[in-house]
């Protein structure tokens, strides 16, 4: 068990670019989210996956971010023509489960994002 | 909706002092609840947690206890390490969303030599 996983861990872009993360989550884990992190703020939920199927999106996901989880394994998150409020911090977590009181997420390291 | 309070920080403690971060919830039903520490530059790591009410979690020196009536779920240390130093998150997730988590601010915890 080597634990989420996520890449890059910084990226640096200009204004206007697309950038992509990646995340992989724990072995066997069928549960992944992602979450944003602002400068001293706690994580907000951006979207879900159980197994291949994104189950929910939260509101701040607009149209400009796409993520996908196409075998159930590995995810991506696209965020295109990117704007300086998209500078954050992207954390990646997965679980074990099908949903319920027990269920425990592990986070990765996080991808800082950085818009010029 | 579901929500999380917590004390503001930065809370500046010496070596070998007693730790308390206070937290307290707002949800429907009984959530779960959990705290998540994070070192500089790196992600989140789960503390403890409890699922029900006063369950009490603990890990590392570290306890929290599940207070229904209070809807409250502050941690505690007896003894802190300069090694504790970190941002603390509060979260909890419930019934509109289980796995869902909705993070307090975080709360910086400092300890000096």
């Known amino acids: 068990d080597t634990g989420v996983s996520q890449d890059p861990r910084h990226k640096i872009t200009k204004r206007g670019q697309n950038v992509t993360f990646r995340c992989d989550p724990i072995s066997e884990h069928n549960r992944l989210y992602w979450y944003r992190q602002t400068l001293g703020q706690g994580p907000e939920f951006l979207t879900y996956f159980q197994n291949e199927a994104q189950l929910e999106k939260s509101r701040l996901l607009s149209d400009r971010f796409s993520a996908e989880r196409p075998k159930g394994s590995f995810s991506t998150l696209e965020i295109q023509r990117t704007e300086q409020g998209d500078s954050a911090m992207y954390l990646c977590?997965?679980?074990?489960?099908?949903?319920?009181?027990?269920?425990?997420?592990?986070f990765g390291p996080g991808t800082r994002l950085l818009v010029l | 909706g579901n929500s999380v309070t917590q004390m503001e920080g930065p809370v500046t403690l010496s070596e070998e002092a007693f730790l308390t971060i206070n937290c307290t919830y707002t949800?429907?039903?009984?959530?779960?609840l959990f705290w998540y520490v994070q070192y500089p530059g790196e992600g989140l790591q789960l503390l403890l947690k409890a699922t029900k009410a006063d369950d009490k979690g603990s890990n590392k020196g570290f306890e929290a206890t599940y207070r229904k009536e209070t809807t409250s779920f502050h941690l505690e240390k007896g003894s802190v390490q300069v090694s504790d130093s970190a941002v603390y998150f509060c979260a909890l997730s419930g019934l509109v969303s289980w796995g869902k988590l909705q993070f307090g601010a975080g709360t910086q915890v400092v300890v000096t030599p």
């Open positions: 977590a997965s679980s074990l489960g099908s949903g319920g009181p027990r269920e425990t997420q592990y």
């Open positions: 949800a429907t039903g009984y959530p779960s």
